[in-house]
């Protein structure tokens, strides 16, 4: 896998001297599991638009595993993108220089923020754990330095990005960034706020006046929404993934045959972000007692995809990882999940879809 991708980032490494419109930073996964689908729904339609209206762009994709590596090669717009995770192994002697400089004085300034610590009390093992962790950021320097490097060199007006990606675009930049979120915003519930002293200075760093959100909503309406985005930098998005999915009748008979769906009454759980896992198996293990007929099915948030929770109880659950989303929710009895995006896009498939307080089993610290 490895080395196709490398052998592809050797042809097409004369894309980095190219000048661009734009400029995409995506991850490999964004194109989901399913076999049948090479592109990625949250970004295709912006590059066909850009395409069709003779605008250049570039694609830059991170790499998420076997699953996902290889697809951007059979996507139509394969000839402009090319592998991120060679990039830095290409870039010029002088910008690993300005690169080290960089990470030198991040971790100089950590060293003159904790310098006077009194580290000999009751926090001194979670003040030298918070040093540890400020240091362990210089890891991401690099990165941000590159970006902006080719970025600019590209010359582009915009890079279009997931959530999060102003975190690693470095700051006061000439170019917008424009975050494609894949969440309803309406059906989730912020973790953080953000005080007013973040904010100025977030106005301050990311250059809030080229900071855009482009948002899914089911039904055209802006909700608000935990984000440093100016409300009018906000555009409705509609649903992205569920336009790039097509329904295959031969496709939706695998599942049924896989977990014996044609036979038995099923139940599928959708997990969000934060889990208190040892509540979750006593409602998992509660539903079987009452109910062993039924087969349930757990579709894990892609954060725990590579988790070991819930192995032990293998003869309960079976694990959704790589099935089509929306094949399940195209065969499955019942949607149970906290509020979340599934939430909604379960509604397009199914009236029987239950929705409970995320609190009566999520641990919103992430513990």
């Known amino acids: ?11 097409k490494a ?3 001297q190219g000048k661009y419109d734009y400029a995409f930073l995506v991850k490999a996964k964004m194109r989901r599991s399913d076999p049948n689908m090479p592109e990625n729904p949250q970004f295709v339609d912006i ?3 850009l395409k069709a209206a003779g605008k250049s762009f570039i694609v830059m994709e991170e790499p998420s595993g076997p699953l996902f590596d290889l697809k951007y090669m059979r996507s139509r717009h394969s000839d402009a993108a090319i592998p991120y995770e060679f990039i830095a192994s290409a870039i010029g ?3 690993r220089l300005t690169a080290q400089r960089a990470i030198d004085d991040f971790r100089s300034r950590v060293e003159i923020l904790f310098t006077g610590a009194d580290i000999s009390g009751g926090f001194a093992g979670h003040i030298t754990k918070l040093k540890e ?16 490097s080719l970025l600019k060199q590209m010359g582009v007006k915009a890079l279009f990005g997931g959530m999060g ?3 690693s675009a470095g700051y006061n930049n000439p170019f917008a960034v424009v975050e494609v979120y894949h969440s309803f915003s309406g059906a989730m519930q912020p ?5 007013p002293r973040a904010l100025e200075y977030y106005k301050a760093a990311f250059n809030i006046g080229r900071f855009l959100v482009l948002v899914p909503s089911p039904d055209e309406r802006m909700p608000e929404i935990e984000s440093i985005c100016p409300v009018q930098n906000r555009y409705h998005y509609g649903a992205p993934e569920i336009r790039a999915y097509r329904r295959d009748d031969e496709a939706l008979d695998n599942p049924r045959r896989k977990y014996g769906l044609r036979t038995q009454k099923s139940l599928l759980f959708v997990t969000s972000r934060w889990i208190d896992y040892s509540a979750f198996d006593k409602l998992l293990k509660e539903l079987y007692s009452r109910l062993p007929q039924v087969k349930i099915l757990l579709r894990p948030h892609p954060v725990y995809e590579n988790s070991d929770a819930h192995k032990e109880h293998a003869d309960i659950v079976d694990f959704m990882n790589e099935e089509s989303l929306y094949n399940l929710l195209s065969v499955v009895d019942v949607v149970v999940s906290a509020p979340s995006a599934v939430i909604i896009e379960a509604g397009m498939f199914t009236d029987n879809v239950i929705a409970f307080p995320d609190k009566l089993y999520s641990a919103q610290d992430g513990s």
């Open 1 to 11: 896998m490895n080395t196709r991708r490398r052998a592809d980032f050797a042809l």
């Open 14 to 16: 004369k894309l980095l």
């Open 47 to 49: 590059m066909d638009y």
């Open 93 to 95: 002697e002088q910008l």
């Open 133 to 148: 962790a400020y240091h362990l950021l210089s890891c991401g320097v690099m990165d941000i330095i590159l970006k902006q």
């Open 165 to 167: 990606s102003h975190y």
């Open 191 to 195: 973790i953080l706020t953000n005080p």
